[in-house]
């Protein structure tokens, strides 16, 4: 008798964790989130980049070009902005951590910001600017191209 209540006990633990995990995976979030970049005058097209995502125990991850081969190859805008200007990265979800680059000479780049709101170089010139965010289902990048009048 001691031996059928110990297995009914693991059967019974054995199903509440099945159902438990199926509502965790209701509550997930499940899509890549959506970007925007703006300034105080205007939003900025923003380019996405490399990912990786999971949800529901599955993951997706994507390798792309640089920032710049992109911007190029999509023959992304240059979007004009003032010397100094805040620009700042808006996401549809939270984001857990962020780092904004400059990229320099193609392949090289400087963090500029550990904050969504950065500012726009001072110096006249054409600058790409990356986005990497971290979320609690994985880490996304998008970048936009930005002319210092």
Partial sequence: MKNVNRLFLIIAIIILVIIGRYFMAQNEVTVIPDVTAVTNEQAIE?????YCWHSAGEAECVDTAAPHEIIVAQKTPYVKVQPGEVIEFQYSQNVTSV??????DDYDYKEIATSTRFNAPL???????SSMARFSNGDVTDSIAIEVE
């Avoid at 110096?123 to 600017?129: A, D, F, L, P, S």
């Fill in 46 to 50: 923003t380019v996405r980049g490399s």
């Fill in 99 to 104: 780092s904004i680059q400059q990229w320099i």
């Fill in 123 to 129: 110096e006249k010139g054409t600058y790409i600017i």
